[in-house]
């Protein structure tokens, strides 16, 4: 009862304005604190329930401050708040953002396995850092280049809400040199960001900092309380035969990765040069097919396109024209393989329709030239046929009006032969045959006649120098060649 003034004058203290007052444990902190007052709370229970490593645990109270709970309040008349509970967070491992905004939900990340993470070096989110934004605790070292940065682009994206642009767009990275061996060891560079990069409170140079465990890293300013302040953690040695495991497994799957891509790329060019062969290969077809048969449609005479192809006996075809020329000079043998050519050629159509249909796909010069030397042939062809009709009915009327004409069978003077000789030159083909039967000289009378008669005819003919004397067969196919040429 003696103490009752001195308690009333300690509680009229409390309550005054601007002050500040130790609540008992177990009490809750009020909820209006003054700006210059620091906290030093209780490690909450997500950090005492860190994962471990080894054995080790991954949190570390900040050192000196208080295991039990405490608070502050102004006036007794606050109304005691519970404290808000810390946010869940999840490790992330680089590649994924470090960093979330508001509403993004850092539990959708998948956790690493023991097995994966066992061996591998990590950052440990400071117990003192306070984040504006959602940090992961544990971002994990798996790479050979870990970045970070504000750009979405890095391993690891950190944001300030509190400063913006603190953190640069690519702020700084984390090296390993000589991974999997016992000489490896972590490097942290400044990628000339803005506010820079400390270890252990000092500027991380221009060449590098080599990390070791326990290490703490700050990212930007220096506040109060830090923002993004992480603790580097190395793996045991025990763990290098896993972490070489790991590094193996990840620089295979980057390979395979790139790998991909080559193949994908080398499909894509592939399609792209098959396109182009085939255009190529379309294009130029017409061309190719016309360069390989072009030397088997072509005379060999004349070198050029057949026009009204004629075939003989050995099988080689020429321009009508031009094969009919040849063997009015007495050459009866074929200009391509020297074998004799005991009848007439033969017309071939189907050789000049394809002609035809080959000069089509040519150029307009080639094919008006064609197109010219057809026209020709085509004339020659006409003359010869009316002078035929014109020679014919001359005959006829000949015959009707009973005129007498020199006889194959018999013997002719020399001026006789001179006479026929002088008319029958003009002609050749039908023409010349139609003449010649004025004399009774026709293919029938050819088959028929005996060797005396055919001996007669080759008399009559001037023909006794070169087949006089020849087996009755040889003489046979040379007065038929006569009816055509001479």
Known sequence: MANEPARKRARSKLSAPGTAALVQPGTAAPRFLPANIVIDEEVPDQERSKPQVDGRSMATPARGAPSGRSAVGTGSG???????????????????????????????????????????????????????????????????????G??????????????PQMISRAHGRVQIRQPGSAQQEWIISDCGSMNGIT????????EGKSLRTGDVISFGRRTHPPEFEFVFEAPPGGALEAQQEVFAASEQMQRITELE????????????????????????????????????????????????????????SFCHSCIDRWLQTK????PVCRKEVTREPVRTRAVDTLCEKTVGRLSETEKADYQERLSTAEASEARNRKLLKDLQQSVDEAIKGGKNFFSINQ???????????????????????TYCRLTGLTVQWVHSADEDK?????????????????PVEEIRRRLLMYLQYG
């Open 78 to 148: 606050a109304t005691p708040a519970p404290a808000p509970p810390a946010p869940e967070t999840t490790p992330v491992e680089p590649g994924t953002r470090g960093v979330t905004g508001p509403g993004e939900n850092l539990g959708s990340h998948e956790t690493p396995s023991t097995e994966t993470c066992r061996g591998l070096a990590f950052l440990r989110l400071s117990s003192q850092s306070q984040p504006s934004m959602n940090v992961s605790p544990l971002i994990y070292l798996n790479k050979e280049v870990v970045t970070f």
């Open 261 to 316: 891509k080559e193949l994908k790329a080398q499909r894509e060019q592939n399609h792209v040069q098959a396109e182009e062969a085939l255009k190529r290969r379309q294009g130029s077809r017409t061309a190719l097919n016309i360069s390989e048969i072009s030397s088997e449609l072509a005379c060999c005479i004349c070198r050029d396109w057949l026009v009204h192809a004629a075939t003989i006996e050995c099988s080689h």
């Open 454 to 470: 055919l001996n007669q005819a080759l008399h009559n003919l001037a023909l006794t120098d070169k087949i006089f004397g020849r």
């Open 199 to 206: 270890v252990n409170g000092e500027a991380v140079p221009s």
């Open 411 to 433: 013997n002719w003077r020399k001026r006789d032969k001179e006479l026929f000789a002088q008319g029958v030159k003009e002609y050749t083909g039908c023409a010349r045959e």
């Open 150 to 163: 504000r750009l979405p682009s890095n391993d690891i994206v950190l944001d300030s809400k509190r400063m």
């Open 331 to 334: 050459q009866f043998v074929c």
